[in-house]
């Protein structure tokens, strides 16, 4: 059975009344009392009844966090962020993770079944239906790692065009013309900042872009994997590729390393994200570093301050993402 607030009184001998002041922080009990419940609570287990409580101050301290998948640490990084932050502040975290909109919908109707005081909603796609679901719902949320056309919602993205950008200024800066780029998903906000990014630099700097040389990767490391492949099987020459992701980046090295070329002695590879396997020792993936941690942290220091006034205007956060300087990439003199 689950310690009740009439068990704490027995235990402490003190009225339930002054249990349930204690329990709900209220200022008027005296140190005797408060040191007897405590007391009481730490002996018997006493668990919160987050319930009971979301009656009284009308809210449960649990906030929803869905993520499209966790094979990628990308979304691992941003978790942590959440629920640190999350924590620190007093809230809980429910955690959602699919792939499918009309699973997707489901696991907003559960949070919301569970009593969850807002939603962080982390996703690629640049149009979502489900938004307007989460409007209609009246509960607070915030968008992680995109905007949506046509919505003022609030979100933290990172400048994925500046990330882009930067690293494809990189490949070019090292004399690298013939630079590939593996695409993320089509209605992904994210992969088409990105791919805007890398026409832009190459613009800049006079290199007309190769539709030959842009694959679609699907963000992941199985798609990276196939669209390496396919490039590497094309005629039109490369010396260095941008993936749009790191899971892409470390599918292609490995078809590359499948069909006997050497990175970066034959290929150039370069990624954005920054994920932990993009460090280990014999990858070594030189990458745009996307700060993970801070988005989710920001992203709830932003739902916390709707969860308090709901009737604020949406707050927007964008965060700069900076070069990881590895050793998958290498200078080359570019051909005349």
Same mark, same amino acid.
């Given at each position: 059975?689950?310690?009740?607030? =009439?068990?704490?009184?027995?235990?402490?001998?003190?009225?339930?009344?002054?249990?349930?002041?204690?329990?709900?922080?209220?200022?008027?009990?005296?140190?005797?009392?408060?040191?007897?419940?405590?007391?009481?609570?730490?002996?018997?287990?006493?668990?919160?009844?987050?319930?009971?409580?979301?009656?009284?101050?009308?809210?449960?301290?649990?906030?929803?966090?869905?993520?499209?998948?966790?094979?990628?640490?990308?979304?691992?990084?941003?978790?942590?962020?959440?629920?640190?932050?999350?924590?620190?502040?007093?809230?809980?975290?429910?955690?959602?993770?699919?792939?499918?909109?009309?699973?997707?919908?489901?696991?907003?109707?559960?949070?919301?079944?569970?009593?969850?005081?807002?939603?962080?909603?982390?996703?690629?796609?640049?149009?979502?239906?489900?938004?307007?679901?989460?409007?209609?719902? =009246?509960?607070?949320?915030?968008?992680?790692?995109?905007?949506?056309?046509?919505?003022?919602?609030?979100?933290?993205?990172?400048?994925?065009?500046?990330?882009?950008?930067?690293?494809?200024?990189?490949?070019?800066?090292?004399?690298?013309?013939?630079?590939?780029?593996?695409?993320?998903?089509?209605?992904?906000?994210?992969?088409?900042?990105?791919?805007?990014?890398?026409?832009?630099?190459?613009?800049?700097?006079?290199?007309?872009?190769?539709?030959?040389?842009?694959?679609?990767?699907?963000?992941?490391?199985?798609?990276?994997?196939?669209?390496?492949?396919?490039?590497?099987?094309?005629?039109?020459?490369?010396?260095?590729?941008?993936?749009?992701?790191?899971?892409?980046?470390?599918?292609?090295?490995?078809?590359?390393?499948?069909?006997?070329?050497?990175?970066?002695?034959?290929?150039?590879?370069?990624?954005?994200?920054?994920?932990?396997?993009?460090?280990?020792?014999?990858?070594?993936?030189?990458?745009?570093?996307?700060?993970?941690?801070?988005?989710?942290?920001?992203?709830?220091?932003?739902?916390?301050?709707?969860?308090?006034?709901?009737?604020?205007?949406?707050?927007?956060?964008?965060?700069?993402?900076?070069?990881?300087?590895?050793?998958?990439?290498?200078?080359?003199?570019?051909?005349?």
């Amino acid at each position: 059975m689950r310690v009740t607030i =009439k068990d704490i009184s027995r235990y402490s001998g003190v009225s339930t009344s002054t249990v349930s002041r204690v329990l709900t922080k209220n200022p008027k009990v005296s140190e005797e009392a408060l040191r007897k419940v405590q007391e009481a609570i730490d002996a018997l287990g006493y668990i919160p009844n987050s319930a009971a409580r979301s009656l009284v101050n009308k809210k449960r301290g649990m906030i929803g966090l869905i993520v499209p998948e966790l094979e990628n640490p990308y979304y691992t990084e941003i978790i942590h962020g959440v629920e640190e932050a999350a924590s620190a502040k007093g809230f809980g975290t429910a955690l959602s993770c699919h792939m499918d909109s009309a699973v997707d919908k489901q696991s907003i109707f559960k949070l919301l079944e569970l009593g969850v005081d807002g939603i962080i909603h982390a996703g690629p796609l640049q149009n979502d239906q489900l938004i307007d679901y989460l409007r209609m719902q =009246k509960v607070p949320y915030v968008l992680l790692g995109r905007k949506l056309k046509g919505s003022d919602c609030s979100y933290v993205i990172c400048n994925d065009f500046q990330s882009a950008y930067q690293a494809t200024r990189y490949l070019l800066d090292l004399g690298h013309r013939q630079i590939g780029f593996l695409f993320g998903k089509k209605n992904s906000y994210s992969s088409i900042q990105k791919y805007h990014g890398y026409l832009a630099a190459l613009k800049d700097a006079g290199v007309p872009a190769k539709e030959a040389l842009i694959r679609t990767g699907s963000l992941s490391y199985r798609g990276g994997y196939e669209a390496a492949e396919d490039l590497a099987e094309g005629q039109t020459e490369f010396t260095a590729v941008l993936s749009g992701n790191d899971m892409m980046a470390i599918g292609a090295r490995d078809a590359f390393l499948k069909r006997g070329l050497s990175i970066p002695e034959d290929i150039s590879l370069m990624g954005i994200d920054d994920i932990f396997w993009a460090r280990v020792r014999g990858i070594d993936l030189t990458t745009i570093h996307v700060p993970q941690y801070e988005m989710g942290s920001k992203c709830f220091e932003i739902l916390w301050r709707k969860i308090e006034e709901p009737q604020s205007g949406p707050e927007h956060c964008v965060l700069d993402g900076h070069l990881m300087e590895r050793s998958s990439c290498r200078r080359i003199t570019p051909a005349m």
